[in-house]
T-cell receptor, first 110, second 115 residues
Framework: QKEVEQNSGPLSVPEGAIASLNCTYSDRGSQSFFWYRQYSGKSPELIMFIYSNGDKEDGRFTAQLNKASQYVSLLIRDSQPSDSATYLCAVTSNNNDMRFGAGTRLTVKP | NAGVMQNPRHLVRRRGQEARLRCSPMKGHSHVYWYRQLPEEGLKFMVYLQKENIIDESGMPKERFSAEFPKEGPSILRIQQVVRGDSAAYFC?????????????FGNGTRLTVT
């Protein structure tokens, strides 16, 4: 079982719709959860992080964490073509290593 | 530029040569991580270092790969006797505290091509 799993996609949504990206993790001791965005040929950039169960909102982005289900998600409201990228879920545990999922490729169609 | 600096951006090596990848963390950051990314794949953890210490190298191949982060100067990822399978993007990231709550900030990566 992979440590961090994501649906590889591609996920395609029309402009203005909500994009929902999902991630599950295997280590119940995981403490912190991050979402990174990576444009093709570029480096990952941090979008959001979440540490506690529930929702965390930042602009058009909402991260949701459910530790009991070992599940973390990212919602992107009012999706824009510029949101088209690969979204990487990352998880850290007690050893402080950050492990990444394979990423979900999102395409927002105008 | 106060971000994570990696060089070179692109590196071409013939099979059997050595590759040296450099990473200078963000100012004030003393924790460095190296990741490898193959095309269309996610980031694979390789090694986590602090100044003069290797904290976790569980993702490093047992042979040919080594990493260091000396007291002075950048972190170095060294690949000896490169093979075609080493061709990938190698990303360095740094964090301020190294704690589990500390986000990583990534450099632009080094694209290694082995011919």
């Amino acid at each position: 079982q992979k440590e961090v799993e994501q649906n590889s996609g591609p996920l395609s949504v029309p402009e203005g719709a909500i994009a929902s990206l999902n991630c599950t993790y295997s280590d119940r001791g995981s403490q912190s959860f991050f979402w990174y965005r990576q444009y093709s040929g570029k480096s990952p950039e941090l979008i959001m992080f979440i540490y506690s169960n529930g929702d965390k909102e930042d602009g058009r982005f909402t991260a949701q964490l459910n530790k009991a289900s070992q599940y973390v998600s990212l919602l992107i409201r009012d999706s824009q073509p510029s949101d088209s990228a690969t979204y990487l879920c990352a998880v850290t545990s007690n050893n402080n290593d950050m492990r990444f999922g394979a990423g979900t490729r999102l395409t927002v169609k105008p | 530029n106060a971000g994570v600096m990696q060089n070179p951006r692109h590196l071409v090596r013939r099979r059997g040569q050595e590759a040296r990848l450099r990473c200078s963390p963000m100012k004030g950051h003393s924790h460095v991580y190296w990741y490898r990314q193959l095309p269309e794949e996610g980031l694979k953890f390789m090694v986590y270092l602090q100044k003069e210490n290797i904290i976790d190298e569980s993702g490093m191949p047992k042979e040919r790969f080594s990493a260091e982060f000396p007291k002075e100067g950048p972190s170095i990822l060294r690949i000896q006797q490169v093979v075609r399978g080493d061709s990938a993007a190698y990303f360095c990231a740094s964090s301020e505290t190294g704690g589990s709550n500390s986000p990583l900030h990534f450099g632009n990566g080094t694209r290694l091509t082995v011919t």
